[in-house]
């Protein structure tokens, strides 16, 4: 029985629990442990959290690699040694942030149909695997190791990617060591979140700037349970920028929700809101959605640049028989036209264009 990790993870997993064979038994046909040996563990394993397999570990009557071999068979999971075998898969620790990979405990060995293949020791963190696909912002297709395994490897090529930001934290010069402090777990009423020279405002004012500067797309705002982590997307991958103190995420918080015109003390459902702001002279416009998350509200800017929606129909790209095919819709008296496709990949670009030329003084565009 294979278990289902892609949507309804707890639904999946109750169905299948009921259907797969239980570890003892396959550790038992496979020859690794006795029946005796299994009813021993049973017994000490009863009336405690620990699962059988640790149980036998700790009797020293199984090794971690036949309980992770028999994990696997439960699952239908692929099993992954991390020995050299000709064949395996190899670790790739750039696809991922090394504070995951080593928090975690996991080992990315690549990318397959836009899905991560993930190494994980522990088939049953169900909770661990949805807060990795929010993390990480894909699905993931995960592959069993053994935990010494996984942690021997990390160990020996030293934790994983790094941000390609390279600059020193945000929060050194943006914000003062004392007012720092002073935000607590609910904004701090001295803090005047419309004073341009509030630290906080800075701070946001700050990365909002460097963002642009560096031709990010997005800006991902995301509370962690004991930090927030500031990501940018450059070029379809994001990197991690700064990992800010968790006290300052009600502030933060409030600033970007201020600045985007939503309702600051909503905090149970997403909210949608637009910010105007001059960078270097030009002004940039950004799309703000927040949503709740586990560990609080989770921000994510979208970066909307005047300059690329404006490069005019003919520039986009399009062969000479699709242009002339969209050129006849749009200028159809009514209907609705749908444009879809994934981030970053033009749609906003090409419905500005499209507006572009449909703008005339005896027209109305909303």
């Known amino acids: 029985m294979i278990l289902c990790i892609e949507g309804g993870i707890a639904t999946s997993y109750l169905m299948a629990r009921k ?30 959290a620990k699962k059988i397999g640790e149980v036998l570990q700790e009797q020293g009557t199984c090794t971690e690699l036949a309980v992770a071999k028999a994990l696997a068979e439960q699952f239908g999971m692929v099993f992954v040694a991390l020995d050299g075998s ?25 990318k397959k149909n836009d899905k991560i293949q993930l190494l994980i020791h522990d088939p049953l963190n169900l909770e661990l695997l949805d807060l990795l696909r929010f993390r990480l912002n894909c699905e993931l297709d995960p592959l069993l190791s053994t935990k010494s395994a996984i942690q021997a490897f990390i160990s ?25 402090r002073s935000v607590d777990k609910s904004v701090d009423a001295s803090i005047d979140m419309d ?33 927030v982590v500031l990501r940018y997307r450059i070029d379809g991958v994001c ?16 600033r970007m929700k201020l600045m985007a015109g939503v309702n600051i003390a909503e905090k149970r459902i997403p909210q949608d809101g637009r910010i105007k702001m001059a960078v270097d002279g030009e002004q940039i416009d950004f799309r703000v959605s927040c949503c709740p998350a586990y560990h609080g509200e989770s921000v994510v800017l979208r970066i909307l640049r005047p300059d690329a929606v404006r490069i005019g129909l003919k520039n986009i790209g399009f062969e000479q028989e699709n242009y002339d095919a969209f050129m006849k819709l749009i200028k159809k008296p009514n209907g609705i036209l749908l444009v879809t496709g994934p981030t970053g990949s033009g749609k906003t670009t090409t419905l500005y264009s499209a507006l572009d030329i449909l703008n005339r003084p005896d027209r109305k565009i909303i």
Do not use: C, W, Y
Request: glycine share 6%; proline share 6%; charged share 30%.
């Open 86 to 110: 000709e064949g395996e898969p190899k670790p790739d620790m750039d696809l991922i942030p090394k504070d995951v990979i080593q928090k975690h405990t996991i080992l990315p060995v690549g």
């Open 195 to 227: 004073d341009e020279q509030a630290p906080i405002v800075k701070l946001v004012s700050r990365f909002i700037t460097e963002a642009v500067r560096n031709r990010t797309s997005d800006i991902h705002i995301e509370p962690m349970e004991d930090r």
């Open 19 to 48: 259907l797969r064979r239980k570890i003892g038994e396959i550790l038992v046909d496979e020859g690794a442990i006795t029946s005796e040996q299994l009813d021993k563990a049973l017994e000490a394993a009863s009336g405690t």
């Open 156 to 180: 020996q090529d030293g934790g994983g990617a790094s941000s390609i930001v390279s600059e020193s934290s945000l929060i050194t010069d943006s914000v003062d060591v004392s007012v720092d």
């Open 239 to 254: 990197h991690i920028r700064d990992n800010l103190p968790k006290r300052m995420q009600p502030a933060i918080l409030a």
